[in-house]
């Protein structure tokens, strides 16, 4: 019996290639567009995967006050070259993940966060308001 | 490629494409951050580094009493850093932020004030920082107010909904405005209480406060008052011809205004100053009556129940008008004690030309009421006639038909 469990598998599958909803062959369009769509998106994901993994490196590195975790960049290493296998016509739009641009942008941007939350912070510090008074209704 | 070679391309590259998933792609390259959300911010830290100028001002020109020429080329330095810097931090729409953003209302800089409610708005505050966001609603300067309700908009939550509703901006304008003095206007302030700047305006006779900590305004209230307390709606029926003879009144003001106004000749409109003021005379006339239709309304999801203590009643003509009056309510948006005080802002003798209409008014009303009563009074009469004879008929019956029995010996 487990001979013929083979060939059934086989010829069911067979079947159902066959038997496949013709839509997919009708509009090739149609499924090229949907293979764009999901290159798009799985761009999407890497990028934030990206960024996630970039800022958890961060952390890490800030507490140990060394550049010890270097996730994000593991993560590219192992997943872009997956990624560009799969939507080649995508290659270029990922170039700054290669070149390290992205890194650069994001710890630019975190730079100018913290020092834009230093600023805050140190003027909220020396409040000089004449209506404060008038602020403290629930006080 | 055949037709046939083509169809078996696609099923294949479909089938291939089905089983190798993007999740699956990155999912197997990083287990460890599957379903992790991007951290944006940096977690709070003692030694974010503060920029050389916003030091320098800080250091230099900040606080009272600081006149130094250099302070003002600072100053403008200093404002335009901490600007962007609060559009950094509003642009990351991460809540962490809002608490730090929120103590630069702090600041004496109105820009700066502003720039912070649009960096809260841009975060989106909630429900839970309503709290907090209360006491900012009330800046004395008109335009940080305008600020503060577009940013208490901007929020999620039914607080939040109440607050924007509460919180009607009612002016404009960059220079801070000072409580009103309401000893001026011979009415008492309780103690501990806040001034609410956009809901007092003497011109049309209201000064709205709001209790701070746990005071009680109607303990004070009632040791000075003359009569009440009442009821907001029976204070409103008890002096209903008062309460007309004043809009009355306000009416024939506003009306007397607005012929003034006609007969100024409007400025030039290149004089662009004299005629922002010409317009902005004009608009103020009708806003007033608006603003003290929207003062006196006291929706009940906004103030609860309100009550009435009244501080003075005066004869004026021929009725007695109460001429001071505090209304005590819940501010249910503020989550305190409010109160407002009243005072009637119209000459005696513009309301004696309104009582005049009233009075007849009364009098064709109170004839009404006594012919309803007379018609009243004669129903119920004519009820009881109509009873009385029902039993006298029911009784006649019953004795008819007794006797009958008695007649025919049963």
């Known amino acids: 019996m487990a001979i013929l469990r083979m060939p059934l598998w086989g010829l069911s599958l067979y079947i159902v290639m066959l038997l496949w909803p013709p839509s997919s062959l009708a509009g090739p369009e149609k499924a090229l567009s949907a293979y764009a769509e999901m290159c798009t998106d799985d761009m999407g994901k890497l990028y934030k995967q990206v960024e996630a993994l970039e800022s958890l490196d961060n952390l890490n590195n800030e507490a140990k006050k060394a550049s010890v975790s270097g996730k994000a960049q593991e993560f590219i290493n192992k997943s872009l070259p997956k990624f560009k296998e799969r939507c080649p016509t995508e290659a270029n739009s990922i170039k700054d993940l290669e070149n390290g641009h992205y890194f650069q942008k994001m710890a630019a941007a975190r730079e100018k966060r913290k020092k834009a939350r230093g600023d805050i912070k140190a003027t909220g510090d020396n409040p000089d308001s004449e209506s404060f008074e008038d602020l403290s209704l629930q006080q | 490629m055949k037709p046939g070679e083509a169809r078996w391309a696609i099923i294949t590259g479909s089938l291939i494409l089905a089983f190798v998933s993007p999740s699956l792609l990155t999912q197997a390259a990083s287990p460890s951050t599957a379903g992790q959300q991007p951290a944006t911010a940096a977690p709070a830290s003692a030694d974010d580094p503060v920029d050389p100028i916003v030091a320098k001002f800080l250091r230099d020109c900040s606080g009272k009493g600081v006149k130094d020429a250099s302070c003002d080329k600072l100053r403008n330095d200093f404002v335009a850093i901490l600007k962007e810097d609060l559009l950094t931090l509003g642009a990351t729409a991460d809540r962490q932020y809002i608490p730090d953003i929120a103590r630069i209302f702090r600041r004496r800089e109105v820009e700066l004030r502003?720039?912070?409610?649009?960096?809260?708005?841009?975060?989106?505050?909630?429900?839970?920082?309503?709290?907090?966001?209360?006491?900012?609603?009330?800046?004395?300067?008109?335009?940080?107010?305008?600020?503060?309700?577009?940013?208490?908009?901007?929020?999620?939550?039914s607080a939040l909904t109440l607050l924007k509703e509460r919180t009607i901006p009612m002016r404009t304008g960059r220079t801070p405005e000072k409580p009103l003095d309401a000893a001026k206007f011979g009415l008492p302030v309780a103690p501990d209480s806040a001034?609410?700047?956009?809901?007092?305006?003497?011109?049309?006779?209201?000064?709205?406060?709001?209790?701070?900590?746990?005071?009680?305004?109607?303990?004070?209230?009632?040791?000075?008052?003359?009569?009440?307390?009442?009821?907001?709606?029976?204070?409103?029926?008890?002096?209903?011809?008062?309460?007309?003879?004043?809009?009355?009144?306000?009416?024939?003001?506003?009306?007397?205004?607005?012929?003034?106004?006609?007969?100024?000749?409007?400025?030039?409109?290149?004089?662009?100053?004299?005629?922002?003021?010409?317009?902005?005379?004009?608009?103020?006339?009708?806003?007033r009556q608006g603003s003290r239709i929207f003062l006196d309304s006291y929706q009940p999801n906004l103030f609860g129940a309100p009550s009435v203590y009244i501080l003075e009643e005066r004869q004026i003509g021929q009725r007695s008008y109460p001429t001071r009056y505090v209304v005590l309510y819940?501010?249910?948006?503020?989550?305190?004690?409010?109160?407002?005080?009243?005072?009637?802002?119209?000459?005696?003798?513009?309301?004696?030309?309104?009582?005049?209409?009233?009075?007849?008014?009364?009098?064709?009303?109170?004839?009404?009421?006594?012919?309803?009563?007379?018609?009243?009074?004669?129903?119920?009469?004519?009820?009881?006639?109509?009873k009385k004879k029902d039993d006298q008929q029911k009784k006649q019956f019953k004795k008819g038909q007794a006797d009958l029995e008695k007649e025919l010996g049963f």
């Open chain 2, 330 to 386: 819940q501010e249910q948006a503020f989550r305190s004690l409010g109160y407002r005080l009243s005072w009637m802002t119209v000459p005696d003798d513009t309301i004696k030309t309104a009582q005049a209409a009233s009075l007849a008014e009364e009098k064709e009303e109170l004839a009404r009421k006594k012919e309803d009563d007379v018609a009243k009074k004669r129903g119920e009469a004519l009820e009881s006639l109509t």
């Open chain 2, 195 to 287: 001034y609410l700047f956009d809901s007092s305006d003497a011109a049309i006779g209201r000064l709205s406060y709001v209790a701070k900590g746990k005071s009680d305004p109607a303990q004070f209230y009632k040791a000075k008052a003359k009569k009440g307390p009442f009821k907001l709606e029976e204070f409103r029926q008890q002096y209903r011809f008062q309460l007309q003879d004043e809009q009355e009144a306000l009416n024939q003001a506003q009306e007397a205004a607005g012929n003034e106004m006609k007969k100024v000749k409007p400025p030039d409109p290149t004089n662009l100053q004299a005629f922002t003021e010409y317009m902005e005379k004009i608009a103020s006339v009708g806003a």
């Open chain 2, 114 to 157: 502003i720039a912070a409610a649009d960096a809260i708005g841009m975060i989106g505050p909630e429900d839970s920082d309503v709290n907090m966001l209360i006491p900012l609603a009330n800046d004395a300067v008109p335009d940080v107010r305008q600020a503060v309700s577009l940013m208490i908009s901007r929020g999620k939550g």
